[in-house]
């Protein structure tokens, strides 16, 4: 603790980085609330810093984990603005998405899934991307036997193609 007293002192980028310490540290000392406050502190106050980038995400990501679904969704969506070049851009986008599916909001999780595959198409959650934009269509009432198909086909050998081949078991297709 003294030595990251010194570091919070010292110049931004040091300083940013001492307290992401200090945040994690809480986080893993399961003082969720407290690392949020520093993490809150961090994006704030150091905004051009890459501890910014990394406290904005943990900020979405810890949303999603404790179940506040649209305030997740509505941080990752943030984080991808703030940090276009952030290497976690696509996770962020998939946790944007995922947490809308588990609030059955079926079109703004359709919206995720569709920019993950065109803003992110090497990314290798694509595939996931894929399945779960025909799942969502499905849980909003349609019967996509042929997207599931489709599925199948792309990824035959892949946990995504069997899923897709449960998923036309269930709707009676072959």
Request: aromatic share 8%; hydrophobic share 40%.
């Amino acid at each position: 603790e003294d030595a990251l007293a010194v570091a919070a002192a010292g110049p931004p980028a040091t300083a940013a980085e001492a307290m992401l310490v200090r945040a994690r540290r809480l986080l893993k000392l399961d003082e969720h609330t407290k690392a949020i406050e520093r993490l809150q502190e961090i994006s704030k106050k150091f905004a051009g810093e890459p501890a910014s980038e990394e406290a904005d995400y943990f900020l979405g990501w810890l949303a999603l984990q404790e179940g506040k679904l649209q305030a997740a969704a509505e941080a990752l969506e943030s984080f991808e603005r703030k940090h276009p070049e952030s290497r976690r851009r696509d996770e962020a986008c998939w946790f944007r998405a995922l947490a809308q599916i588990r609030n059955g909001n079926w079109a703004e999780a359709d919206r995720a899934l569709r920019e993950l595959q065109e803003r992110y198409s090497r990314s290798n959650l694509v595939p996931q991307a894929k399945y779960w934009r025909v799942r969502v269509k499905q849980l909003a009432g349609g019967k996509p036997v042929d997207d599931y198909q489709d599925i199948l086909k792309l990824y035959p050998q892949t946990f995504y193609g069997l899923l897709a081949q449960e998923r036309l078991r269930e709707l009676g297709a072959k």
